[in-house]
């Protein structure tokens, strides 16, 4: 699975195996306004990873509403899914950002878009457990 943290000048980008349930930041993709600067190098990591799924961060409110940045995610979303073919899945991402400051980018010197991806995945990965 490959996860992304949408952001309007940065997108980061997590690979997570479902098994373990453990990811790794990949890389953070330049964006102008919430585009990728670079569609083929993203094309690229879908084809390269082949993933089941890819999760994207749905910013969220939080008292649940939509706020304008989901709504450009969501349009993100959409716009991977229709160039790459892939299932693309919205996950709550709330507090995804400021999880990762505050913890692993912090204190290991880690990307904090990709460590954000991280958290989007895995969280999503864990959700779904409890569902099952």
Known sequence: MLGFD????HIGVAVAQTVTGHSTGLRTLLAKNGNPSDWPQLKALVSEYQPIAIIVGLPLNMDDSESAMARRAQKFADA???RTG????MSDERLS?????RKDASA???DLHQESACRIIETWLR???HQQ
């Open 127 to 129: 959700n779904v457990g």
């Open 86 to 89: 892939c299932d693309v899945i």
């Open 6 to 9: 949408f952001g309007l000048k």
């Open 80 to 82: 991977l899914a229709h």
């Open 108 to 110: 290991q010197n880690t």
């Open 97 to 101: 950002s400021w999880s990762a400051d």
